[in-house]
Structures are given as structure tokens and as C-alpha cells.
């Protein structure tokens, strides 16, 4: 067979696998289809098809298929990152800057914290710390991983449980947002290369420049034109980040969040992102397992990723509790609030990307990381319906409107 017939059947069994597990183990509950493609990325990757066929996945996930997939899911992700830039509404974070800043600055301090002391533990260990990393790098890569608020996933699920158009919903989006800034600035402190700051200034100095000219250009133009406007300036950004030695998906952030959700009709802008995670997306969720790697054992890369997972958990819910007796919460009203922010998966995923492509993390880090963000947004559905179904029955209002 011929390399676009081998990546017709890759195309097949990306889109096929993950449907049919969705759909007939009617996993929707605890595991939407999105978090299903995530999981079965990482059965098709090398640690599990790949032993298992080693032979078949070879021949499937061959060099030439793997970089046409991989250019697939760069497009992808950057569409994603760029649509995630532009709905991120910090002006209703100002509005409600005290609280916000509390709620956003605990939610993100305590499971940082706590997940920089666990990388400290697999900082000492062969196995974990990619080639390239300084120390304090992996401890402040895992540390912020760990810390991560997957915004897109957090409005899927909000929105499946009736609650994104409700004050509360709102809060919670104003929290994750000021997280989302934090956390892809603290990237671009980490991928700074000393070497190259002068790359690095200049390219911050030229966006700037340009940003200012583009903002001024898309006030001008029609509807239809900005949305051309938007993917030049997504892949313009995205280069220049990735010339100066940062990441293309810092340039996709930066290219989104210069841009106003208002110059786009939001329900546009809504099938936007929902037909990139429908059409796209599973390419770079396949791209990702393929990068999962059980060298050290399976046993440890599960183990980190349990390490993971607890500090992360804890560390949202404890900041987040901390934030509601700061601010006088009603009660359960931080649980609720802290389980929702505790949601990773796709943020996560992309944010460990980075760290992989930049050598910060090794492929057993990396596989940990991912598991930890599966594992940590299938927990978020179970364990928030339940308290909001007890909220709901006992006619607590204040806890929903807020």
C-alpha cells in the first residue's frame, strides 16, 4: 500500500475506535467522547497496540503517516489554543477583580505548590527529567501542570450540567480564565533560552507592534473577512513564536487572546470549536499517545501519575476551600467550584506537549502527566452532579446564583 492509503486506514481507526467505545459503553457520564479519544491515543501508542501488534502498528503508524498525522494535529491544536485565546473574558474578571483574584490565585498557588514538591520526589530519580531541563524547570513545568484548568473541557461540561449560563457557571469561568493567563506565562518563562532572548525580545516587541496594527485593521473589516484575517494572523504568530525559540502554540494563545470574542458571532464561534474537537482534534489526541512511553515500568509511570493526580486534586480543592472561607462562600459551594477547576485533560495535555517537544520531560513524564489529566477530568462529572443535585433539592439557591 502507499503512504496516503496507510494514513486513510490511520484516519479510519482514529475516528472509528473512540466512537464506537463512546457509544456502545455509553460513557458519556463519566467519560465524554472527547476524554475517550484522549484515552484511546494512548492505547494505539507504542506502550499498549504497539507491544501488543507490534508488527500492525508499525505498518499503520509508519514515519511517513506519523509526520502527515503530526501536521494534522499541529493545525489543529493551534485552531484550538487560538479559539480557547479569544473566548477568555478578562474584563468580568476585573469587574470582580477581588474575588477573582483570591479564588484564582489559590486555586492555582495550592496545586502548584504541592505539584512542584512532587517533581521534586522524580527529580531524584533516573528517567524523569528530559535532556534539556535545568532543574527548577521541571519542578516549575510539573508543578504548573499539575495546577492547569482545562477551560474548553470545563464549558463542555458545565454546559452538560445546566450550569455554564448560571452565576455561578460565570464565576467559574472568570477563575479559570486569569488561570489560563498565569499558566502560558509561566510556559514562557520556562522555554525562555538565554541564548536566544534577543530572538525572544524581538519577537514580543514585533507582536506587540503588530497586534496593535491588527486590532485596528479587524475594527474595520466585515465579519467574513476577520475570520481570514484570524487564521493569517494565527499562523504569522504561531511561526514567530516558534522562530524565536518559544512554542507555536504560545504564538496560537497570543494570536486569541489579542482578539475580541464581540467581533465574532458566539454562536460561530461556538461550532468553531466544537467542529475543530469533532473533525481535528482526535489527530492530535492519536499524535499524543503515540509520544507515551512505559520505559521505566509500567508500575512507576502509574504510580507518578496516582502521585500526580492526588496532589493535584487536593491541592485545588484545599485552595479553593481556602478561597471560600476567605470570602465567606456559602457551604458546598467550594466543593463544587473546586471539583469543576480541578477538570484538565485537553490544556493539560497541550501544555505537557510543549514541555516534551522542549525536552523539559521525558516520554514516562509525559505518559504520567497524561494519565493524571485523564484520570482527573472522568472524576469531575461524578463527583460534581451528585452535589449539585443535593444543592438543587434543599433549595440552596445562593450556592447556584451565587
Not at 473546586?338 to 501544555?351: C, N, S, V
Amino acid at each position: 500500500m502507499n503512504t496516503t492509503e496507510v494514513f486513510l486506514i490511520a484516519m479510519a481507526i482514529i475516528f472509528t475506535v473512540p466512537w464506537l467505545i463512546w457509544r456502545l459503553g455509553r460513557t458519556d457520564y463519566w467519560a465524554p467522547l472527547v476524554v475517550v479519544q484522549i484515552i484511546t491515543g494512548i492505547l494505539l501508542g507504542p506502550g499498549v497496540l504497539g507491544k501488543a501488534f507490534p508488527e500492525f502498528h508499525q505498518f499503520v503508524f509508519n514515519p511517513a503517516v506519523i509526520q502527515s498525522l503530526n501536521g494534522v494535529a499541529w493545525w489543529a491544536v493551534m485552531l484550538f489554543v487560538m479559539v480557547a485565546g479569544i473566548e477568555l473574558d478578562l474584563g468580568q474578571a476585573w469587574k470582580h477583580r477581588r474575588e477573582s483574584g483570591i479564588t484564582a490565585g489559590l486555586a492555582l498557588g495550592m496545586p502548584l505548590l504541592l505539584g512542584s514538591l512532587a517533581a521534586l520526589v522524580l527529580l531524584g530519580r533516573p528517567g524523569w527529567v528530559g535532556s534539556a531541563a535545568l532543574p527548577w524547570q521541571f519542578v516549575a513545568g510539573v508543578g504548573m501542570a499539575c495546577a492547569v484548568t482545562a477551560l474548553p473541557i470545563l464549558i463542555l461540561l458545565m454546559e452538560k450540567m445546566h450550569v455554564l449560563r448560571q452565576p455561578l457557571g460565570q464565576r467559574i469561568l472568570r477563575y479559570a480564565s486569569l488561570d489560563d493567563i498565569a499558566i502560558w506565562g509561566v510556559l514562557a518563562l520556562i522555554l525562555m533560552d538565554w541564548q536566544r532572548v534577543g530572538k525572544q525580545v524581538f519577537f514580543l516587541f514585533a507582536f506587540a507592534l503588530l497586534a496593535w496594527g491588527f486590532r485596528h485593521l479587524m475594527h474595520r473589516l466585515r465579519e467574513a473577512d476577520r475570520w481570514a484575517l484570524a487564521l493569517i494572523w494565527l499562523a504569522v504568530c504561531a511561526f514567530g513564536a516558534d522562530w524565536s525559540g518559544l512554542h507555536y502554540m504560545v504564538g496560537a494563545f497570543l494570536a486569541g487572546v489579542v482578539m475580541d470574542a464581540g467581533w465574532f458571532d458566539q454562536d460561530r464561534l461556538d461550532q468553531l470549536r466544537h467542529h475543530v474537537l469533532l473533525v481535528i482534534m482526535p489527530v492530535f489526541f492519536l499524535s499524543t499517545g503515540l509520544r507515551t512511553n512505559w520505559d521505566v515500568g509500567g508500575a512507576a509511570v502509574v504510580g507518578a501519575a496516582a502521585l500526580l493526580l492526588a496532589v493535584s486534586v487536593s491541592g485545588k480543592l484545599l485552595g479553593v476551600h481556602i478561597a471560600g472561607r476567605v470570602l465567606r462562600w456559602p457551604p458546598g459551594e467550594a466543593s463544587i467550584i473546586g471539583w469543576l477547576l480541578q477538570t484538565k485533560a485537553l490544556i493539560m495535555i497541550i501544555f505537557a506537549n510543549v514541555l516534551l517537544d522542549k525536552h523539559i520531560i521525558t516520554s514516562e513524564t509525559f505518559t504520567a502527566l497524561l494519565l493524571m489529566a485523564v484520570a482527573s477530568t472522568m472524576m469531575t462529572v461524578p463527583m460534581v452532579e451528585p452535589k449539585l443535585r443535593r444543592v438543587r433539592a434543599s433549595g440552596k439557591a445562593s450556592a447556584i446564583a451565587g
